[in-house]
């Protein structure tokens, strides 16, 4: 089914751990982004990528990292998980000739830092 | 500092009736509104936009309508449906650091009761 995808769908760290999240697409989109939503805040944009190599940050971006290798693939790295981490996280790409209404979100990941 | 404001966390409409669900925002420069919606463990889904340049934009039971001068915009849902039962999200498009990028409302519960 094309779309994206997102995995794990739900993740337990302890404090301090690291993982990673994935996100892929095979809709050939050159826009991806990363979203967390939390509970009164809505979804706030952490780091977005305009294509291949290319990434910049976004709203909330401390902690995370991101690298784009490639167009279908875009990864969100926690490099030491903190409680405040805790979230929902949403990934979505878009053609950008489809207009900012074109957004396809995946379906989350649930994290949990203890 | 929030751009994107929904003040009702939380709706209940009885099924037939409408719904109006309201957004506010502070950027003049927003030159997209969007809404979603939200089922749980899902993503967001793309539901209706409207340009900053009109003031309504109608698609089936869906009406979304925008003040410039008060910087408000509305979702009407007319009849409303059981289907309809979701967070519905207010998010606005605005071009920055060469990209255009989304800011979302916190999210109001819509809920339709039979």
């Known amino acids: 089914n094309a779309g994206v995808t997102q995995t794990p769908k739900f993740q337990v760290l302890k404090t301090g751990q690291s993982m990673t999240l994935q996100c892929a697409q095979d809709m050939n989109h050159e826009y991806m982004s990363w979203y967390r939503q939390d509970p009164g805040m809505g979804l706030r944009l952490i780091h977005y990528?305009?294509?291949?190599?290319?990434?910049d940050q976004g709203e909330v971006p401390n902690g995370y990292n991101v690298s784009r290798s490639t167009t279908e693939d875009f990864p969100l790295r926690l490099l030491s998980a903190a409680p405040s981490q805790t979230s929902v996280y949403f990934c979505?790409?878009?053609?950008?000739?489809?207009?900012?209404?074109?957004?396809?979100f995946g379906s989350g990941t649930r994290l949990t830092v203890v | 500092d929030q751009q994107v404001k929904q003040n009702s966390p939380s709706l209940s409409v009885q099924e037939g009736r409408i719904s109006i669900l309201n957004c506010d925002y502070t950027?003049?420069?927003?030159?997209?509104f969007l809404w979603y919606k939200k089922y749980p463990a899902e993503g967001p889904t793309f539901l209706i936009s409207i340009s900053s340049i009109k003031d309504k934009n109608e698609d089936g039971r869906f009406t979304v309508f925008l003040n410039k001068s008060a910087k408000h915009l509305s979702l009407h849902i007319v009849p409303s449906q059981p289907g309809d039962s979701a967070v519905y999200f207010c998010?606005?498009?605005?071009?920055?650091?060469?990209?255009?990028?989304?800011?979302f409302g916190q999210g109001t519960r819509l809920t339709i009761n039979p």
């Open positions: 979505a790409s878009r053609d950008p000739g489809t207009g900012i209404y074109g957004y396809t």
């Open positions: 950027n003049s420069m927003f030159d997209y």
């Open positions: 998010a606005a498009s605005a071009l920055s650091s060469g990209a255009q990028k989304l800011v």
């Open positions: 990528s305009v294509g291949a190599g290319i990434t």
